[in-house]
């Protein structure tokens, strides 16, 4: 970094990657909670946990952090076993 341009850049990726980890780290917590609750079988429970995954994914999408077609893959995913489980 030897202009001054550049050590801006650095400060903007510094702050840039802990938001980007940050929000990663909602999305696995998210999702292991709600893999716990379907394998624990609790449908409300797990419909609960499907929304705030969902809310967190669309999030990410968002903010360019995962792409919309895999997000999406894995909502329906997600989806169709919380209905399997309250069916």
Known sequence: ANTRSALKRVRQNKVRNARNRALKSRIKGARKALVAALDSGNGSDAESRYRDFISIVDRSVK????????????????SSRVKALNS
């Open 63 to 78: 903010a360019n952090l995962s792409h919309r077609n895999s997000s999406s893959r894995v909502k329906a995913i997600f």
